[in-house]
């Protein structure tokens, strides 16, 4: 079968880019499936194409649509702009499509997901973030009824879009609830595979004084919302540190808010490549996100055994962390955050008990022999 998958790009560091070149590389393994990915965004001068390893049986396409370039437009001016833009993909794509023979073709929820169901093949999108992700990131960004109504709309135009996909892949069982809802019929429930599956079991650890924190410096990821929880945490815990691994547009004003708080004990690393060796040196795992779909870094967390502590972001940290695999604080509550942190500062032991639970979970739900057989029994259905 000829199966080509959809995303913006693979050159970023991000948890898109890192589960699909995961699965394609299982589907290249196991499979022999002829396997091609297709991408919109241009490549930045100076930097590889793909940031994670690729197997070298899958194909990389580049049609360099650039949808990026219209962002910073006026909403009108931007909105003409795109839909031009639009235009051209679906052309490039159905001709891409027809021209390869592609019999599937795989959205990872980008653009093309307006149009999928037009396009001349079988056709699966999968969700890696919450039904209402599209008002979400605008309410991360705006204020007011305007943003409100347009984030509402734009949840709607979702859901018409995967009403009539033949399959509609989502992460969570809270994900699947929200979309049937919404009068969907076609909700399928995989989640991702872990990471770090390719690690022994048990990772050794080396455990110092670190609060770890991991994800792209994005609105999303709430590490703003951190710093806030972060501040009285520094003032009574001073042998303690805030270690934020990831990259992102955010970053300057993360560190324009680090100065102003006077914070002392915080690092911004940038991305890091031994992720394992992170999750094991830290003490704990924090997760801050404003919304999620099934939040890798949080997974990976409990996989290497390092207890976590999250909020209640839809969606995916209260599955994961329930029947005490770790602990949930309301969904934004920086004071409720700054007391759970401190609190688990000062009983190590109690953390520990909690994160054997959520690693011995992490094992046997998320790893790839058994996830990936489910992605391989959809597509051959």
Known sequence: MRILYCIPHLYNSGGMERVLTQKVNWLAAHTEHEITILTTEPVPAGTPKCYFPLSEKVQVEELNIDFNADYTKPLLSKYYAHMRRMSAYKRALTKYIRTHKIDLCISLGGKEIAFLRHLPCRTIAEMHFAMDQRKQLLMANHTGAFWSLLGAIRTRQLVRDVKPLERLVVLTEADKAAWEKAGCTNVTVIPNPCALNSRKSKVESRKTKTVLAVGRLHEQKGFDLLLRS????????????????????????????????GLQRVYLAGKVDKMAEEYAEASLFVLSSRYEGLPLALIEAMWCGTP???????????????????????????????RQLEYLLSHPEEAAERAQKAQTFAHTMYSEKNIMPLWQKLIEQ
Do not use: N
């Open 308 to 338: 976590c502590v999250s909020f209640d972001c839809p969606h995916g940290p209260a599955e994961l962390l329930a029947d005490e695999r770790g602990w949930l604080v309301p969904e934004g509550d920086i004071a409720a955050l700054t």
């Open 230 to 261: 972060w501040q009285p945490v520094e003032k009574h815990y001073p042998e303690w540190q805030l270690r934020i691994v990831g990259e992102g547009p955010k970053r300057a004003e993360l560190e324009a808010q680090i100065q102003a708080m």
